[in-house]
């Protein structure tokens, strides 16, 4: 089958020190026409102010810029503090300063969505995340009080009418489940809650009304077939493409959405099914991307 409609990857990193723009080029070139650009902070020395994540998340907009105007796809871009970022320094500032170092950093969180909920604002961002919580075993203080920004996180989204973008654990069937009630909780739209690096089964029974972010890795063609009809509403196809010179091609290399896109068609996936992927989809959650010139 013979597909020329559009290819978003949902969830794509881009680097300055890494291929960044040969990467774009690559997911174009095998027939891909919008990325999300998903900010990747600097695990070696994250943001500590207001400013810094001003700065930061400035670079990823302006890269999004760059990849517009010199490779041509439609970009939309997402902003917000990884979770990791967060726990890392949690952890620190704790071991260091106890009480201060934890009020330290809720404040730095609240610092960095503040300062990522501005370019939504100003039209510059198209969602918030990624965030969420640790992936990792962690100490009880941690976990909690990253459900606890979760929660408020998604308070303001649910506030604010926009989509989150969460990086959370995979291996637990709960987690679906859990992500829902607390999204209840907080008024807010179970659609409008993404799960970045989803398994590949988008059974509505499994997501409980959440949208999945499907890693379009190898098994995950016959999982979607095999769970499509009892979607909820929709599901989106991501890399996680890293843009790291020591792994290249980490997560999934930037030509995997289109190759799985058209697997899923070969496969028997109706193509309007794909449209919704890549077009309808995209469009309700996340609004207009923003074109290339």
């Not at 890494?18 to 650009?37: E, I, N, S, W």
């Not at 989204?157 to 709960?174: I, K, N, R, T, W």
């Not at 659609?191 to 890693?215: F, K, Q, W």
């Amino acid at each position: 089958m013979v597909y020329d409609g559009p290819i978003m990857d949902n969830h794509f990193h881009l680097n300055r020190q890494g291929r960044f723009l040969d990467a774009a080029r690559d997911f174009q070139r095998t027939g891909g026409t919008h990325v999300v650009l998903v900010h990747c902070p600097d695990f070696s020395a994250p943001p500590t102010t207001l400013e810094g994540h001003r700065e930061a998340y400035a670079d990823t907009v302006a890269m999004a810029a760059s990849v517009r105007s010199e490779v041509g796809l439609s970009t939309r871009v997402v902003l917000g503090p990884h979770p990791a970022a967060f726990a890392h320094q949690f952890e620190r500032w704790v071991n260091e300063d106890g009480d201060q170092g934890k009020e330290r950093a809720v404040e730095n969180y609240r610092a960095s969505i503040e300062a990522a909920v501005a370019f939504l604002e100003e039209g510059e961002a198209h969602a918030i995340g990624e965030v969420g919580r640790p992936h990792w075993p962690v100490s009880d203080e941690v976990w909690a009080l990253s459900n606890e920004l979760l929660e408020e996180t998604m308070h303001m989204a649910a506030q604010g009418g926009f989509p989150l973008q969460l990086h959370v654990e995979g291996e637990s069937d709960e987690t679906y489940g859990d992500l829902a009630m607390r999204a209840r909780r907080q008024g807010m739209a179970l659609d409008m809650l993404i799960r970045h690096y989803s398994p590949p089964n988008i059974d509505g029974a499994y997501t409980h009304g959440l949208t999945p972010s499907v890693l379009a890795g190898k098994g995950s063609v016959d999982a979607i077939m095999a769970s499509v009809e009892r979607r909820t509403h929709g599901f989106f196809l991501e890399t996680d493409y890293m843009d790291d010179l020591r792994r290249p091609g980490a997560v999934l290399g930037p030509k995997t959405v289109p190759k799985r896109t058209r697997q899923l068609l070969e496969a028997g996936l109706d193509e309007s099914i794909m449209w919704d992927t890549h077009h309808d989809l995209p469009l309700r959650l996340y609004g207009e991307a923003t074109p290339a010139p």
